[in-house]
Nanobody, 118 residues
């Protein structure tokens, strides 16, 4: 399984970015696809997740109402649309995948850096 994250970059506060996570190597119909982030000097934290088959979504309180997770089944890609960005959103963003029935994310992408300037 490979997860390839992309779309990070430098953006001003209040701006938007869309991250992409291209998934390959298996079928993900019974999987939960997630985004996590790790700010400098801090632990990695959950951001959002989506069930591959049904499209149910889950968000951390800190991004609810600003970020939108979605997936394109035909392209095997998960997106994270990030709006109203603040400097506190600066982090390396990782996509990850786990089977719905498991508790730990088994597969991780390489991360993409998002920097929000004030």
């Amino acid at each position: 399984v490979q997860l390839q994250a992309s779309g990070g970059g430098l953006v001003q506060a209040g701006g938007s970015l869309r991250l992409s996570c291209a998934a390959s190597g298996r079928t993900f119909s019974s999987y939960l696809m997630g985004w996590f982030r790790q700010a400098p000097g801090k632990e990695r934290k959950f951001v959002a997740a989506i069930t591959w088959s049904g499209g149910s979504t889950y968000y951390a309180d800190s991004v609810k109402g600003r970020f939108i997770i979605s997936r394109d089944i035909a392209k095997n890609t998960v997106y994270l649309q990030m709006n109203s960005l603040t400097p506190e959103d600066t982090a390396v963003y990782y996509c990850a995948a786990r089977a719905v029935m498991e508790s730990e994310y088994k597969y991780w992408g390489q991360g993409t850096l998002v920097t929000v300037s004030s």
